[in-house]
């Protein structure tokens, strides 16, 4: 994960690359980049505090098997991510039953390589059932489509802002890289956002 002060947010951002997370009480923003992976931002609006992550696989080869990653504690999987997301609100205090939701991602960005349009529409399904299971109400959901997604989401407040952004890779292994360089690139960059929605 990296970190840095933003001067046009005036807030500190904590940038997440696949597999990773975060949760905070602080009004800071959390950054990522999304092409057939998904980002829950999680959020206790009568506390203050919220997490997202992002995650690549859902973890399962059917919903109604249940889990079957290699590793259960590996949070480039749906199930790990989201309880360590969850775990980490309420240690500062959020409460199970205000938690609300928003879901990004799940874009169809690769066009011919096969199964990558399984893997998209797989984390959605996964995002989709875990919150329902777990009767976390959705605010907000924008999934599918075949483009990436910049999601800045403020844990305190519990507002994300979405821009969509062209793909460029043409296979998996080049999304990841992808979404990795345009993070890194980011650190760089100087440009006025536009096209940037609130939901």
Avoid at 138 to 166: Q, T, W
Avoid at 171 to 183: H, R, V
Wanted: charged share 25%; proline share 3%; with cysteine.
């Amino acid at each position: 994960m990296y970190q840095k002060y933003d001067n046009k947010f005036q807030k500190m951002v904590y940038t997440l690359y696949p597999g990773e997370y975060y949760y905070s009480k602080e009004d800071v923003l959390i950054y990522t980049v999304l092409g057939s992976c998904i980002s829950v931002c999680l959020y206790d609006a009568k506390n203050n505090v919220g997490g997202m992550n992002h995650f690549m696989l859902s973890g399962f080869s059917n919903l109604t098997q249940g889990f079957h990653a290699p590793d259960a504690q590996n949070t480039r999987y749906g199930m790990a991510a989201m309880e360590m997301v969850i775990n980490g609100i309420m240690k500062l205090g959020g409460d199970r039953k205000n938690f609300r939701a928003k879901v990004f991602g799940g874009s169809n960005m690769i066009k011919h390589s096969t199964g990558v349009s399984g893997i998209a529409d797989g984390n959605i399904d996964f995002a989709k059932w875990f919150l329902n299971s777990e009767c976390i109400p959705v605010d907000s959901i924008d999934v599918g489509g075949d483009r990436a997604r910049k999601v800045y989401f403020n844990p305190f407040d519990g507002k994300a802002f979405l821009k969509h952004i062209e793909p460029t890779s043409t296979d998996l292994s080049a999304e990841i890289a992808y979404e990795k360089q345009t993070l890194a690139r980011r650190k760089e960059e100087k440009k006025d956002e536009g096209d940037i929605e609130l939901f």
